[in-house]
């Protein structure tokens, strides 16, 4: 099993930066690709960043310029710095990792941090 705890989220205006971290622990040995997802009110879960094993960073095209993701293998922590942020910005975060083991991909999942961007 793999945990993972989000921090970072709260309330900001808009124009602002947040940065959000992903503590990963357990049985992490075989994670290969790391992201954040976003569920704004009312709305489905939607990709926000990504980093597989190649290390190339994909971003939606709402966050592209103003989010960026960055992970930290020594720490295990996967990061969401964000910048230049908007009110529809505003939604639970997720942090997800996938993992490998016998070839069979697992995600884990963790519990959401709230991120409120007022205008």
Not at 18 to 37: E, K, N, P, V
Not at 60 to 84: A, C, E, P, Y
Request: charged share 20%; glycine share 12%.
């Amino acid at each position: 099993q793999v945990q993972l705890v989000e921090s970072g989220g709260g309330l900001v205006q808009a124009g602002g930066s947040l940065r959000l971290s992903c503590a990963f622990s357990g049985d992490i040995f075989g994670i290969h690709t790391m992201g954040w997802y976003r569920q704004p009110p009312g709305k489905q879960r939607e990709l926000v960043a990504e980093i597989g094993r190649g290390g190339i960073p994909d971003y939606s095209d709402s966050v592209k310029g103003r989010f960026t993701i960055s992970r930290d293998f020594v720490r295990n922590h996967v990061l969401l710095q964000m910048n230049s942020l908007k009110p529809e910005d505003t939604a639970v975060y997720f942090c997800k990792v996938v993992r490998s083991v016998a070839a069979v991909n697992r995600e884990y999942w963790g519990q959401g941090t709230w991120v409120t961007v007022s205008s």
